[in-house]
């Protein structure tokens, strides 16, 4: 088994990129980056196929445990911190701490392997035309390869450690790449405010690990998980504990509230960095990394409840935003917000392979979109307000199909894969018995129609606004940029084809839940163990199911005839409304002002605090250590003033010194 | 026959008048006179106590003392008269070059 070989290619390829990529050519550089990438997509859809085999026909080695219940294989490469016994045993650690250095593939890291390699592949190759006239080619795609090398030892990693090595990986790799063209300051505040936000998260994350192995005994996921369903059952606050210090790290790492303010900003980094990191794949990691650990959550239903929340609050709230934002990527960012908060509705109601099969689809769309939008900037000269763009559509005709592809699907409709993932989202969380999640859901769902419309209205029909110089140069992409659109358009279409519940999947198809039952296996153990007083629901029937499909596509519809209402039909009427309605049209395009309140709450006073320790530094302890210099220095004075010169006095020492010692010797 | 005691009175007091002259006077020649004083008043003692005890070897000790002082002070007469030439003054605050 050479899976643990895939997040090291792209590894291979950063190191060589960014050792040597300045003196090789640009042909060089592509290739070493996108084959990296391509090997690892290969290398991921071999490992993904022996993982659907049969498992224990695969020979044992050492370093290897596959467990063929679980449809796990799990790859130790060595000993990264040696504690008593030197493995990651549960219990004789004596309290030191054992982490290898492994690599497990099972069903959920399968799914990530193939969306984080392939959707990666994509956009590596539509960076290289993006990214052409950039003198930091080989930079970018070195940065490039080392977010994917890191992402993929996340997704794949055995230990929380080790999982929060690639945790921290693709946090740098975001900083690095936002702030891509550092010497705009702007943009280089901008990663500077991902990272650190980031880093909030993170405090959360190390918290729940300090908590979990010195509860737990040890840092290894699948042991962790295991000891849950045996022995921890009870402990509720700690695993509530865990599971929101777990979460404080995921809405950090996936934008959410609070959290989620470094990503509209990030839009400052090149596109298809944003299409990668901000849609497709780091935004996801907190997701993921909820999934992974679901039995913590089953176990701790208010955790879990916390997490449905905050993700429909989130939800509703960036889809508010995005309504009112003329900058093409700031709608998107929102709208990536808004859409993790789906992700996190599903796995805030126990539905985590719907919230796994959103994080699919959503790479694929997000992804389009973004990669869209890159088109469309690259066609504007660099323009991204939609305000000065317009009739778009006659002249981009590619990247037009594939956006409004990308739009219908993350609308929702039938049979695009946006309504797939979304229905089932909401639909469980009415199910589980959440129906105001399941009316946020919606609502939020209505807006998201109605702003990704609002967003096609205004770019690709209508006359254009541009100037006459912006006009001349409009063109479509080149070949990398659009065949990568066309591929995500396609998976935009067929990914639903996928099927998540039985009442969808075509013949012949795998059903996506049914792939990841063994992941999710053990949290629906736990939610029956815990479930055991109380009475079974009854199933619903299949016409309540219809009737919520058709809620959906109703809904879906609604928002696409609205936005068409206010920007096709009567244009002049959105800049009326937002006269008349004055502060509130003010408030969703400065985004609530949020950013503000931080900055008086929180930035001011902890500048405040800084630069007084600061004075303190500089006024106390360096004022000691120069005291120290001064003291000898005045000592020195003082004692020079005993070298008088005068012979006289020094024989008046001589004789108060015998006197001295006369005395001594008479009274002693 | 006199007390020794009387002879280390006068002594002290002699050994006293020649350090008080050595710090107090400021004319070079007149500190050589304080400390032939000094060494004189210390023969006295050494000669006192010969007596006391009856042995000669305090007298002997005191011809030695003579010898070294009388060396002593040609060699320092040499030094003042050699500053003299120089600075046209015996005032021994003068020579204080070796201050801070």
């Known amino acids: 088994m050479w899976f643990w070989l895939i997040p090291l290619l792209p590894l291979a390829g950063a190191a060589i990129n960014g050792l040597v990529g300045k003196s090789l050519s640009r042909r060089a550089v592509q290739f070493v980056a996108c084959g990296a990438i391509f090997a690892a997509l290969l290398l991921s859809v071999a490992s993904v196929w022996t993982l659907t085999g049969d498992l224990d026909a695969i020979e044992a080695a050492p370093g290897l445990t596959i467990d063929a219940e679980a449809r796990s294989i799990e790859r130790t490469l060595g000993v990264w911190i040696p504690g008593a016994t030197g493995s990651d045993s549960l219990s004789a650690s004596d309290g030191a701490l054992d982490v290898t250095w492994g690599f497990t593939l099972d069903p959920l890291s399968a799914v990530m392997i193939l969306v984080i390699t392939g959707v990666g592949f994509l956009i590596h190759v539509y960076s290289i035309g993006y990214m052409h006239d950039d003198p930091g080619f080989a930079r970018y795609f070195t940065y490039l390869n080392l977010f994917t090398g890191m992402m993929l ?13 690639g945790w921290e990986g693709v946090g740098l790799c975001s900083y690095l790449l ?13 990663g500077m405010k991902a990272f650190l936000v980031n880093r909030i998260g993170d405090f959360g994350f190390m918290i729940a690990m300090l908590l979990i192995f010195t509860n737990f005994g040890t840092l290894n996921i699948s042991r962790v998980l295991g000891a849950i369903e045996t022995d921890f059952l009870t402990q509720t606050a700690l695993l509530t504990a865990i599971g929101l210090l777990l979460f404080v790290g995921a809405c950090g790492k996936s934008a959410q509230l609070p959290l989620y303010v470094w990503l509209p900003d990030a839009m400052a980094g090149p596109t298809p960095v944003s299409a990668l990191i901000h849609a497709a794949t780091m935004v996801t990691a907190g997701v993921y990394m909820v999934a992974r650990v679901s039995p913590i959550y089953v176990a701790a239903p208010s955790a879990m409840l916390t997490v449905g929340i905050v993700g429909a609050a989130t939800a509703l709230f960036a889809a508010t ?3 009112a934002q003329k900058d093409i990527k700031k709608v998107l960012a929102y709208s990536t917000v808004s859409q993790l908060g789906y992700m996190f509705i599903g796995c805030g109601v126990g539905a985590f392979a719907a919230g796994v099969f959103h994080l699919m689809t959503h790479a694929f769309f997000k992804g389009l979109l973004f990669l869209g939008s890159g088109s469309v900037i690259h066609a504007m000269s660099g323009e991204q307000d939609m305000t000065k763009m317009g009739g778009l559509r006659k002249k981009l005709p590619v990247t037009f199909w594939t956006f409004l592809i990308g739009t219908i699907a993350i609308a929702g409709f039938v049979p695009f894969a946006g309504f797939f993932s979304k229905d089932e989202i909401l639909w469980q969380a009415w199910e589980s018995g959440h129906p105001w999640l399941w009316l946020v859901g919606t609502l939020a769902a209505l807006l998201t129609a109605f702003y990704m419309f609002r967003l096609v209205y205004l770019t690709f029909f209508g006359k254009s606004r541009a100037s006459e110089e912006v006009q001349s140069h409009i063109h479509e992409s080149p070949k990398t940029m659009t065949v990568p659109l066309m591929v995500l358009a396609v998976l935009s279409v067929i990914g639903g084809g996928i099927g998540l519940s039985p009442k969808f999947s075509l013949v012949g198809w795998p059903q996506f839940e049914h792939w990841l039952a063994p992941v999710f296996a053990p949290a629906a153990r736990i939610k029956e163990a815990l479930a055991h007083g109380a009475v079974h629901q009854a199933h619903p029937s299949a016409a309540t199911e219809w009737l919520f499909i058709g809620i959906a596509l109703a809904i879906a519809t609604l928002g696409t005839f609205l936005a068409y209402y206010f920007y096709r039909m009567r244009p002049e009427l959105p800049a009326r409304i937002a006269t008349r309605s004055g502060a509130l049209y003010r408030i969703l395009r400065d985004k609530y002002y949020v950013d503000e309140i ?43 003033m005993f070298q008088t010169g005068y012979v006289r006095n020094y024989a008046l020492s001589f ?14 | 026959m006199v007390a020794t005691d009387y002879y280390l009175i006068v002594s002290a007091v002699l050994f006293t008048i020649g350090v008080l002259g050595v710090l107090v006077r400021r004319n070079a020649i007149v500190m050589f006179m304080s400390i032939e004083l000094m060494l004189n008043a210390v023969n006295l003692t050494l000669v006192a106590y010969a007596r006391q005890f009856g042995s000669v070897e305090g007298q002997v000790f005191v011809f030695f003392v003579m010898t070294v002082a009388a060396a002593e002070a040609a060699v320092g007469l040499a030094i003042i008269l050699a500053i003299f030439r120089k600075r046209r003054s015996t005032d021994v605050d003068d020579a204080s070059l070796m201050r801070w």
Do not use: C
């Not at chain 1, 936002?178 to 901008?190: H, Q, T």
């Not at chain 1, 605090?609 to 220095?633: E, H, M, P, S, Y």
């Not at chain 1, 001295?660 to 009274?667: E, G, P």
């Open chain 1, 598 to 640: 931080y900055r008086v709450v929180f930035i001011h006073p902890l500048l405040g605090g800084a630069r007084r320790l600061d004075g303190f530094d500089k006024q106390v302890i360096d004022g000691t250590v120069n005291g120290a210099g001064i003291g000898a220095q005045v000592t020195g004075q003082i004692a020079k």
């Open chain 1, 153 to 165: 030892i996340l997704v794949l990693g055995s230990s929380f450690l080790v999982l929060f090595v």
């Open chain 1, 655 to 668: 004789v108060l010194g015998v006197v001295f010692i006369l005395w001594y010797l008479m009274v002693r």
């Open chain 1, 321 to 323: 935003i995005g309504l």
């Open chain 1, 178 to 190: 936002i702030g891509f063209w550092y010497e705009d300051i702007a943009k280089a505040s901008a």
